[in-house]
């Protein structure tokens, strides 16, 4: 399995908060992506990294921002939570070139927002 | 917006029936994949095919493409129940970026 860790895991925020999650790699890969997973939209693509501060925004990137300071980490803000954003956030990463070949993906983090 | 649309979104068989899922996408592509994804776990890439290729296996998977109509179908030969799972077709329309469709829900009953 490739080497993707997510963090937290589970969170329970309330309407309002920031949230940041994490997502950290092991496999220097160069291509890393923030998806949301919710039932009835399979998973969408929110915003996605090409390099250390190279990122570029996905098909739902509206109230989320991202940051890439270093290859290992991929960070997802929610700088304001809405109950719309509660949804399961998969982190993938990839090593090709033009990013559209196989992706790995992380465990995934829960967000319930309150 | 979906590119790839799976039929069907549910399906239940026995242990050892063969399972096929269908995949349907609206524009051209450099390559579909197929991902299988276990409650409460991330997604498992399961197998490429590229817009030049008709058909691919892998073990007790096959795939095939058919460009001319925009689908791929994936088939499970010889079915277990540790194929329970919800799969997903996922294309690369030479974005760079993978759009993936909403699912088809395998129940496999031993």
């Known amino acids: 399995d490739a080497g993707i860790t997510q963090s937290p895991r589970h969170k329970v925020t309330e309407t309002g908060t920031p949230v940041t999650l994490r997502c950290h790699q092991t496999?220097?890969?160069?291509?890393m992506y923030w998806y949301r997973q919710d039932p009835g939209h399979g998973l969408r693509l929110i915003h996605y990294?090409?390099?250390?501060?190279?990122?570029d925004k996905g098909e739902v990137s509206d109230g989320y921002s991202v940051s890439r300071s270093k290859t290992e980490d991929f960070l997802l803000t929610l700088e304001s939570a809405t109950s719309s954003q509660t949804s399961v956030y998969f982190c993938?990463?990839?090593?090709?070139?033009?990013?559209?070949?196989?992706?790995?993906f992380g465990p995934g983090t829960r967000l319930l927002v309150l | 917006s979906q590119q790839g649309e799976e039929d069907p979104q549910a399906l239940s068989i026995q242990e050892g029936e063969n399972a096929t899922m269908n995949c349907s996408y609206k524009?051209?592509?450099?390559?579909l994949q197929w991902y299988r994804q276990n409650s409460g776990r991330g997604l498992v890439h399961l197998i490429l095919?590229?817009?030049?290729?008709r058909e691919k296996h892998s073990g007790r998977l096959r795939v095939t493409l058919d460009t001319s109509k925009k689908s791929s179908s994936l088939l499970i030969t010889a079915s277990r129940a540790a194929d329970t799972a919800s799969y997903f077709c996922?294309?690369?329309?030479?974005?760079?970026?993978?759009?993936f469709g909403q699912g088809t829900e395998l129940s496999v009953k031993p």
């Open positions: 993938a990463i990839s090593e090709s070139r033009g990013g559209g070949e196989t992706q790995y």
């Open positions: 095919i590229r817009s030049n290729e």
């Open positions: 496999e220097n890969h160069r291509y």
């Open positions: 524009t051209s592509i450099n390559n």
């Open positions: 990294s090409y390099g250390v501060k190279d990122t």
């Open positions: 996922a294309t690369d329309a030479f974005g760079g970026k993978l759009i």
